[in-house]
């Protein structure tokens, strides 16, 4: 079973594009076929988002539980995800 | 009143303004027993004691719950005398206590809510999502 990961967005915050640069470069380096990548606006769904937590963009969630907000560096991201798929 | 600054009692104007109830309130609130009967001087004029206060407080509280004052009497029995309040008292405390939590869990997704549209909107160059999401809201 892939691993989801939910991105969570808005179209108003600056550092939400490198956010998603940076997601989408990882999914590119560690292959789509262990990942689900999801990007959500939360603006658009801030009833999901508030669920799950997110009270600051960009924020990442994995299985439905907020793992980071905001974002941390690519190298913290990929070692969580790495640590993710040895669960 | 005894020793500077700390007081032991309040006129019914004063407690009006501490508090924010008119005084016809006050007197109808003495009137039907939510109030037991408020000390008076010789001439009759009232005098607010403390736990007069106090009361007055929970009764401002249980009515921004929207409790009713037949349902605020009955917490005020359980206020005075948890031990021995009868069983329908204890019951109905109880319950009004699931309302409050449930009230707390809506008021925090509130404020969740309220809390992540105020950190889009300083992170925003341009526009208010708050705004957005209002008018979005009211277009519906």
Known sequence: MKVQLELFTANICSRCVQAKNTMTALMEELGDDQFELIFVDVVENIDHAVETGVLLTPALAVNGKLKFSPLPCKDRILHALKKELGK | MTGPGLRTDYKIGEVSSLLGISADTLRYYEKIGLLPPVQRSPSGIRYYLPGDISRLRF??????????LDEIAHLLKMREDPQHARLDVRQLTQAKLAEIEQHLQDLTTLKNELTLLVNLCHSAEEGCPILDDIQSGLAK
């Open chain 2, 59 to 68: 009764i401002q509280r249980a009515k921004t719950m929207i409790f009713s």
